[in-house]
């Protein structure tokens, strides 16, 4: 099991650039979301899905496209890049609610500086 | 709205200091709150679920404990490698998000 997997791990854009961050879990969870985390802000909900098909906005979502097609992958996509999306990305996971246990599990993070 | 707040912000103690750490919240219903442990320039580490006031649970020199309003997460005779930022989230019965503290970033020297 390789859990939660994210590339690229690093990435440097300039501003009005485009990208998407890929995410990919092997654990079968139905449940997938985005987080940004910045300093002094904690973490912070992007987007999320409870399966595939299936997407809604979280906190701060403006700037910022999901989509999931598979179980699997859920990438988010930046439509315009801006200084302001400079942050920390993780992606998580987790067993449907109802689930004996539903606790998310992270990536490794991909750290994204926009110039 | 649903809010977590920790504190302290920071802790420095010395090996073996034994110490807690809090995780104060407000939720519109609990469905689980949740312990992580997030060393620098990686992902949080998933430690502990609690679901109802009361429950404790234990790992290695880690005890996290649960009341109605609070949660503290009791580090005994810690070593340097419990070094790290510990974070605390609360899920709500919605169970759409998680909502996280900004943590609590532990230094034990030696």
Redesign the interface.
Known sequence: NAG?TQTPKFQVLKTGQSMTLQCAQDMNHEYM?W?RQDP??????IH?S?GAGIT?Q??VPNGYNVSRSTTEDFPLRLLSAAPSQTSVY?C?SSPP?GSS?????????TRLTVT | EDQVTQSPEALRLQEGESSSLNCSYTVSGL??L?W?RQDP??????LF?LYSAGEEKEKERLKATLTKKESFLHITAPKPEDSATY?C?V?NQA????I????TTLSVSS
């Open positions: 939660v979301s987080y002094g802000m904690g973490l912070r909900l999320y409870v809604d979280g906190e993780f998580a609610l246990s539903y606790e998310q599990y992270f990536g490794p993070g | 469905r689980g949740f992580y320039g990686k992902g949080p580490e998933f679920t974070l989230a899920q169970g759409t998000a998680l996280f503290g900004k943590g």
